[in-house]
């Protein structure tokens, strides 16, 4: 079985995790297959910025805040994988999040703390999960309790391939539209295409055999397992054989990554200091006849349990992303302070309205993150959920693209003028550059780094991909915005208003 926690080592080291990839995995990039992901240009500098996050484990700073005692095999587990039961355990998974996000300025959607959190959330739905399929009795428990032995690096797949969403339309004017679950998902009505979307071919004994694609799966390549499940655009299928939750080991044969144009290298020396690090790569995903072992099934073809219970499984994800985007709204709010200082702006009133403007989302969504916490409750899981989340991830697309054109206002054409670090090394360049590039307080290459390091914030093929990140990940924002609206309740002020205007006013 490959469910075996016998040898689990529990939170990974830096060089556990590298060690992890070399696997045999079938990763292509630009037509060549890539033998060793962690060594490759494209992929390492994440790869190793992974790998000192996971050090951070162990070191005597965050170990007590990342880790705990596994009450099973005394291993160090990360708090990633842990289970709230209490108010104070939610608050160590903060805490733990916080310090994942916050070392990477809140840059990497799928630091391992996200995707765990899905794999606590099938195991807050065991209970339910156990009833629906003989074979799989057990499996949500059993399979959390070996990603968190192993501390296994997750992504995920949920969407299928971009072939026809105008299926999706029909369920917008259905009576028996069921607007449901803690997320308040829509149910719609996906087209089931065989020839793409991911299905069941058939059952053996070892586990079931799967054909199609998914969309994409951020990580991917550098992930030690992808948990595939539908998002809400995909869960209420017709047919049964589209319906799966399971977790797929990458180096699975017939399992095939093919890699999206990587935004981590560039020619000549100007540097891309969060591009260099922080590049997750999004990669298209190909199941060519996969076997995927009944032990890494957790639901099979219920398509009301995909549906109602997404926002559950959810939960927890949705509270570690915005933790994530809390640090990265902090990072702007620093990089476009540091720069209206350099450009001697910061006292103009009219900057300071942006940097306001800034620093009132960073707030919002700390403040929201807080309510999720303040309306946690206990689930029929024993496990601690938060409140409904669900209008930040609408608000958080909202303002995805003006947190950029903030930066890009204080910013100015510094933003595209930059030497680069061979220029700022050249004897002949560098005189004109100190001379003629203004310091205000920074250094010449210091403030060039600044400018750079912004640069790569907001307009680098990089930033531009962070960007849409934002605006994409938690789902399309009409089809959330319409979930809003749907499963709104004018309730008590509603009869009010209603009251006043059936009298003469
Ligand atoms: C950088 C990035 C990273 C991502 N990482 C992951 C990941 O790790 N794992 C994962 O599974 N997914 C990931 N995603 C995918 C993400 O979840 C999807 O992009 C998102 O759910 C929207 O789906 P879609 O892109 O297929 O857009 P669509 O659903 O096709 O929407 C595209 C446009 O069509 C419109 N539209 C759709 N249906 C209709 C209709 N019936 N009528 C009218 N208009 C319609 C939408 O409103 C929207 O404007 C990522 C996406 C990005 C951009």
Not at 215 to 225: D, K
């Amino acid at each position: 079985m490959s469910i075996d926690i016998s040898n689990a080592r529990g939170a990974k080291t830096g060089e556990g995790y590298i060690e992890s990839l070399r696997d045999g995995r079938e990763v292509w990039l630009d037509g060549k297959r890539v033998d060793d992901v962690t060594t490759h240009p494209a992929f390492s500098g994440m790869v190793h910025e992974l790998a000192r996050l996971y050090d951070l484990q162990y070191t005597d700073e965050y170990m007590d805040q990342m880790t705990y005692v596994s009450d099973v095999t005394g291993n160090r587990i990360s708090y990633s994988y842990s289970l709230p039961r209490t108010h104070e355990d939610l608050m160590k998974r903060r805490r733990n999040s916080e310090i994942w996000m916050q070392e990477s300025f809140g840059q990497l959607g799928r630091t391992p703390d996200f995707c765990s959190s899905i794999v606590c959330g099938w195991y807050d739905l065991r209970k339910h999960l156990d009833t629906l399929y003989p074979k799989l009795a057990g499996n949500a428990e059993r399979f959390w309790r070996f990603a968190s032995e192993h501390d296994v690096a997750m992504t995920h797949a949920i969407g299928d391939p971009q072939v026809d969403r105008t299926s999706t339309t029909r369920g917008e004017n259905r009576t028996d539209n069921a607007w449901i679950g803690v997320g308040g998902y829509a149910m719609e009505d996906p087209e089931d295409d065989e020839a793409t979307a991911l299905h069941v071919v058939k059952e053996t004994r070892d586990g079931i055999i799967l054909r199609g694609a998914k969309q994409l799966a951020t990580l991917a390549p550098l992930a030690n397992e992808c948990l595939v499940y539908l998002s809400a655009t995909f869960s209420n299928r017709a047919n049964s054989e589209f319906v799966q939750w399971f977790s797929i080991p990458m180096n699975t044969p017939g399992l095939v990554t093919v890699c999206r144009e990587p935004m981590s290298i560039y020619p000549g020396s100007w540097g891309h200091p969060f591009a260099g690090r922080f590049e997750e790569q999004d990669a298209m995903m190909f199941f060519n006849n996969v076997l995927v072992p009944w032990d890494h099934v957790v639901m099979l073809y219920d398509a009301p349990t995909a549906v109602r219970y997404l926002g559950r499984i959810n939960n927890l994800a949705s509270y570690s992303t915005n933790i994530r985007l809390h640090a990265r709204l902090r990072t702007f709010v620093a990089v476009v302070t540091m720069l209206a200082k350099a450009n001697e702006i910061d006292e103009i009133r009219g900057v300071r309205d942006l940097l306001g403007e800034l620093i009132t989302y960073a707030e919002m969504i700390d403040l929201a993150t807080r309510g999720m916490e303040n309306g946690a409750f206990m689930s029929d899981g024993d496990m601690i959920n938060t409140g409904d989340g669900f209008a930040i991830g609408a608000f958080a697309a909202q303002i995805s693209k003006r947190v950029l054109e903030i930066l890009q206002i204080i910013g100015g054409m510094e933003l595209v003028s930059q030497p680069s670090e061979r220029d700022l090394a050249s004897e002949e360049v560098r005189p004109y550059l100190d001379k003629l590039i203004p310091s205000n307080g920074l250094g010449t290459a210091e403030r060039v780094r600044l400018f750079r390091l912004a640069y790569d914030l907001c307009m680098s093929s990089f930033g531009a991909r962070q960007e849409i990140y934002e605006y994409w990940h938690r789902g399309d924002i009409t089809r959330n915005r319409t979930t809003l609206y749907m499963r709104n309740n004018n309730g008590q002020v509603g009869e009010r208003i209603k009251d006043l205007i059936s009298r003469p006013m």
